[in-house]
C-alpha cells in the first residue's frame, strides 16, 4: 500500500492510495523462471526420449504450455491496483484490472468506508462509497491490512488524515 499527497490533472489533488496486490514475482521473474523451467523440462525430455520413453517429451511441452498460460495470466496482471483520491469534495476510486479499468466518483461527505464480516471464518470485505453505490476495494490484500487501511481511510474521510 503507497500513500501520496500529489496533484494530478485528471483526478485532483488529495490523498492518494494505491493499493496493490501482494506479488512476490517480478515481469522479469516470470520470464527467468519460464526459461529456468522449459530448459529443464526440454534436457529431461531429450535425456528419457533419448533412452527410449519418447512420451516424456510431449507431455513436458504440454506441462510448459500450463505454466506458459498461468505466467501469460500474471503477466497480464502485473499493473492490477487500486487507487482512492480523497479530494476536498470528492473520493475518485480507480481499480485496474487486467489492462480494464473502471472510476467511481462520491461526495465525500456522505462516503463511508465499512469493513463488512460475514462470517467469522471468511475475510472481511473493506467497501467505500455513498447512497446505496458501494464497491469492493482491498479484496486482495491481507487482512491485517484491509483493517488498517479501513481505519486509515474513515480518518481521511473525517478529515483527521
Known sequence: MDTRHTPDKDIGEGLRIVIR?????????MVALFAWMAAAALIIG???????????????????????AALIWLF????????????????????????????????????KAMLERRHNWYPSR?????????????????????RALAVRLSQALRGAA
Open 21 to 29: 496486490p501482494n506479488r512476490s514475482l517480478s515481469p522479469g521473474g
Open 46 to 68: 531429450i535425456g528419457f526420449s533419448l533412452v527410449g520413453a519418447w512420451l516424456v517429451l510431449p507431455f513436458a511441452g504440454l506441462e510448459m504450455a500450463v505454466v506458459a
Open 76 to 111: 497480464r496482471h502485473a499493473d492490477d491496483h487500486e487507487l482512492i483520491v480523497i479530494g476536498d469534495d470528492r473520493v475518485t476510486v480507480i481499480r485496474r484490472r487486467g489492462g480494464r479499468e473502471w472510476r467511481d466518483d462520491f461526495q465525500r461527505y456522505w462516503t
Open 126 to 146: 473493506l467497501v467505500l462509497g455513498s447512497h446505496g453505490r458501494f464497491v469492493v476495494i482491498a479484496a486482495e490484500i491481507g487482512e491485517e491490512e484491509r
